[in-house]
């Protein structure tokens, strides 16, 4: 237990209650690393993309930081304060709002540079790149680079934490109220659903099954097929 921490008095929470916030985070650090590690490949020449299959690409990048702020955005509105409220002292909140302010500014790198890589091979392939391609090519595989390490770190250090604290000290009723916010602001929640249905064991989905019920999750399922098609065009099949 986390010092200075003493549960609350309310219905305990199960660990489903949680699962959905960590298997985000597990999702958003396997996506980030899966880019990172395929426009390394990029830039040492042993992964190749044809302009259709960049822009495919492009909107799969895009997508993801679109979740990344999300996620970040979510965080920084809703569970740092939730969690000041209950548990003051407990985490160290002005750093966690510091490191979520620089890793959505890395995002914003990597969004740009991404951007800038694709608009060149919408121009001309690989094969009569020029010099200043090769240049933002690299600056690429550094971004995403930058950002893998840095989101790994930080979901690492405080993921723990962060579901200890909920369970010790925030009420049942209040962070089933800020999941609810989230579920209903997902810009495609079938799309960010299919993503967790494809990291999660045979064991978390039933969790997530007798959470949510069967419907959801046979959208998300079937939605799931056609996003790890678009994912196996670009990356392969992992």
Do not use: K
């Not at 199960?14 to 699962?19: A, C, E, H, I, K």
């Not at 709002?97 to 620089?102: I, K, N, V």
């Amino acid at each position: 237990m986390i010092a200075g921490v003493e549960p609350d008095a309310s219905p305990s929470r199960t660990p489903d209650d949680l699962l959905l916030f960590e298997l985000g985070r597990r999702v958003l650090r396997r996506d980030v690393e899966r880019v990172a590690a395929f426009v390394e490949g990029l830039h040492a020449g042993t992964r190749h993309l044809d302009q259709r299959r960049h822009a495919v690409f492009a909107d799969l990048v895009e997508e993801l930081c679109d979740d990344l702020v999300g996620e970040l955005g979510f965080e920084d509105a809703l569970v740092w304060p939730l969690l000041e409220h209950h548990a003051p002292g407990a985490l160290p909140y002005p750093s966690l709002r510091q490191e979520g302010a620089a890793l959505v500014a890395l995002v914003a790198e990597a969004r740009r540079s991404t951007r800038s890589v694709n608009a060149d091979r919408a121009r001309r392939p690989a094969a009569v790149a020029t010099s200043d391609d090769h240049r933002r090519l690299r600056g690429l595989a550094t971004a995403w680079r930058q950002l893998a390490d840095a989101l790994g770190a930080f979901f690492a250090a405080s993921t723990g934490p962060v579901v200890e604290t909920v369970h010790a000290r925030v009420p049942a009723g209040d962070w089933r109220r800020v999941l609810d916010v989230v579920r209903e602001s997902l810009p495609d929640a079938r799309s960010a659903g299919a993503r967790v249905i494809e990291l999660a064991t045979p064991q978390e989905v039933e969790r997530l099954r007798g959470q949510l019920g069967p419907r959801p999750l046979a959208g998300w399922e079937r939605h799931g097929r056609r996003l790890r098609a678009r994912q196996d065009d670009v990356f392969g099949r992992s």
